[in-house]
Structures are given as C-alpha cells and as structure tokens.
C-alpha cells in the first residue's frame, strides 16, 4: 500500500513521539515493518517528516537549438570522423576473414 504524506507523518509521530513498535505501526497501516524502520530513521537523521517523491519520470534533457550545428563546426575543425581504421580494413581484406574476425572489431 502506498503511504500519503500524511500517513507518512503520522508514521513518523507514532514511531517517534508515541514510541509505538514498528510492528504495531505497519499493522495499522497494512505495511511491512522495512519501510516504518526507513521512514523512523531518515525523520532521525534529518529531523524533518519526510515527502514521498513526485510520480513520474524525469523531463529529457534540453539541448541547445544549434546542437547539429556545433557539432559539424566541431568535426569539420579537428578533422574527425567516425570511418572504419583503414589499416583494419586492409588487414581483413588481405588475410583469412574469419580467422581476424574474433581479432578486428569494427
């Protein structure tokens, strides 16, 4: 059962301020003790009443509009590219191919 921030709250008073048992506390909120024992110690620790997290994924990534752009400019300057090593290719070409297969990744 997904817990409310409320039911969260209410965890946390009666494990914390009542000094229930965690076992009597995930009775009555038809939970396992794991997630009482995890809600107790985080309010612990960081002596806030913890919030559960948004549902949902997170938004992609934003990527400038001249991307494309950049990286042409980028390729075209230091002369790169993603080619095939000629020297692999003329080793394939020149030897058995199946015996350099396991050998030449390309």
């Known amino acids: 059962?997904?817990?409310?921030?409320?039911?969260?709250?209410?965890?946390?008073?009666?494990?914390?301020?009542?000094?229930?048992?965690?076992?009597?506390?995930?009775?009555?909120?038809?939970?396992?003790?794991r997630p009482v024992h995890q809600i107790a110690r985080l309010s612990k620790t960081t002596g806030e009443i913890p919030k559960n997290r948004r549902p949902g994924?997170?938004?992609?990534a934003v990527y400038p509009v001249d991307l494309r752009a950049e990286i042409i400019q980028a390729k075209l300057n230091?002369?790169?590219?993603?080619?095939?090593?000629?020297?692999?290719?003329?080793?394939?070409?020149?030897?058995?191919?199946?015996?350099?297969?396991k050998f030449i990744y390309f």
């Not at 409310?4 to 939970?31: G, H, M, S």
């Not at 994924?57 to 992609?60: G, L, N």
């Open 78 to 101: 230091l002369d790169l590219s993603a080619s095939v090593n000629p020297y692999s290719a003329i080793l394939f070409n020149f030897f058995n191919k199946s015996f350099l297969a």
């Open 57 to 60: 994924r997170r938004p992609y």
């Open 1 to 33: 059962m997904k817990l409310k921030d409320r039911d969260l709250e209410a965890v946390v008073l009666r494990v914390t301020k009542y000094k229930l048992p965690t076992r009597i506390v995930a009775l009555q909120f038809k939970i396992s003790q």
